[in-house]
């Protein structure tokens, strides 16, 4: 019986220090699975703060290759902006250069026009229309501000030139004569600036401008035929031979 007794409470020793081994197993495990979230949770912050750190520095080193492209570029601005400054001043400086050069040519170009009028005046009266329009137009264009001071020039030489050809031509036209209070129809022939004619288109009356008495004469009939073949040659309807033109009692021979 005593035996029994002592089984029993060693069994219940037994048991008892199971229960409480099995407590501290349980209580260990527990523990042990909060310590592993635990670690869980750190690792998922270390790797929050590493990926926000390498955000972080991805966002840097961005900054920096930006900062160095804005300085790069600030540097081309301000050699563009230098470039440009530069190329102003020098407009500025032509700008003036030019304003000297006008101020100076504009009044000698004015005083060319003058004597290319004043020329045409003393000259011979052949192509008054298209003269004195060629003359108005240069004294409507030396003042306009739209043309370039090369154009004015370049025009006003056009027109000593066309009037330097005249002295080195034949040429014949038809135009209206006055002469004693009539306008008469007449074919017109110049030699050159040496002899101005007319002649109407039915023959009956040959003249030539006298530039001694600064009018219009009539020649005897003797003129009409050698003034007629001379207006064909001009016209390039005969072709060109010894042409004798008579001036009353000057007669002066030429070939064309």
Known sequence: MALTATRCMALALALGSSVIMADQLDQAFSESTEHSQ?????????????????????????AIIQAANLERYNEQMRELVQAQE???????????????????????????????????????????????DRLERLQELLPRADVSLAEKYRRLLEAYQIESDYGYTLEAWRDN??????????????LGRVMLYYQTPDGHETGWWNPKAGQWQVLNGSARRPVTQAIEVARQQKSADWLQLPVKTLALEIKQ
């Open 177 to 190: 004569l006055q002469r004693d209070g009539q306008t008469l129809d007449v074919d017109f022939l110049r």
């Open 38 to 62: 635990a670690a869980k949770q750190s690792q998922r912050k270390v790797e929050s703060l590493d990926d926000s750190t390498q955000q972080m520095l991805d966002g840097y080193r961005a």
């Open 86 to 132: 530069k190329e102003l001043a020098s407009y500025e400086q032509q700008l003036k250069d030019l304003e000297q050069t006008e101020a100076s040519v504009a009044p000698q170009m004015q005083r060319m026009l003058d004597v290319l009028a004043e020329f045409i005046a003393a000259d011979l009266p052949f192509l008054p229309h298209e003269r004195s």
